[in-house]
């Protein structure tokens, strides 16, 4: 698609990017080849992406830190929520944590580090109800839903914890975040719906891939959000 466009005379942005970290050796000519072809680059990070730049001898690529695109992304509908939320049965006046984890970081399994959430999460149980959002469903990612299984079992499967449908919209998911009044999430992209509908997040994070995108995420945030 970049050759295409380069054919067309087009110019090449890559936009809100996060580059590396590059455990694979045969990934790092292709991205070189990407990034010199590019006329401008920005990142979600303020440093580790630059740092890629730098060892691949392109530290004077026009670059700009930015935040992502999805915080424009419209919620979905009320209506399309409820339906959603209706296998939940939440309690009206009992207010929701919403939680994401999965069982890779892209660089190793993070099923070791179920119990110790779970134990986190057992002191929310007399306050909220806390809904876990699977949204991976490929191999790439494993099965958030496993994953949400694992974390009940290990909490003895409270009647205050919920592991909801599989979510394959992130406008629904934006919406659900707006709905509640905190979440604890891994990924990314809750965290940036956090940031965009202004709730109070707990940042997950473990591995370099999920390192690089939580410091930029915290670089975004500054001193003036409620982490």
């Known amino acids: 698609l970049i050759e295409q466009a380069k054919r067309l005379d087009l110019p090449v942005v890559l936009s809100s990017q996060t580059l590396g970290p590059m455990t694979q050796k045969w990934t790092r000519p292709f991205l070189e080849r990407a990034l010199k ?25 026009p670059a700009q830190f930015v935040g992502d695109e999805a915080f424009s992304l419209p919620p979905a509908s009320e209506a399309e929520l409820e339906t959603y939320l209706a296998p939940a049965r939440l309690e009206r006046n009992k207010p929701l944590a919403l939680v994401h984890y999965r069982a890779t970081d892209y660089i190793g399994s993070t099923e070791k580090y179920y119990p110790k959430l779970a134990e986190g999460l057992r002191a929310l149980g007399d306050q909220y109800q806390v809904l876990f959002v699977p949204m991976s469903y490929w191999s790439h990612s494993g099965d958030d839903r496993l994953c949400g299984q694992a974390i009940s079992e290990a909490l003895g499967t409270p009647e205050w914890f919920t592991v909801l449908p599989e979510c394959r919209s992130p406008r629904l ?22 940031m965009a509908a202004k709730r109070p997040m707990g940042l997950l994070t473990s591995g370099a891939y999920y390192g690089t995108k939580t410091a930029g995420t915290q670089a975004l945030i500054g001193d003036s959000f409620p982490v």
């Open 37 to 61: 072809a590019a006329d401008f680059v920005s990142f979600r990070d303020r440093e580790a992406s630059r740092l890629v730049l730098a060892d691949l001898g392109l530290a004077q690529l």
């Open 173 to 194: 998911i934006r919406a659900l975040v707006e709905r509640s009044d905190w979440v604890l999430a891994l990924s990314y992209h809750l965290h940036v719906f956090c």
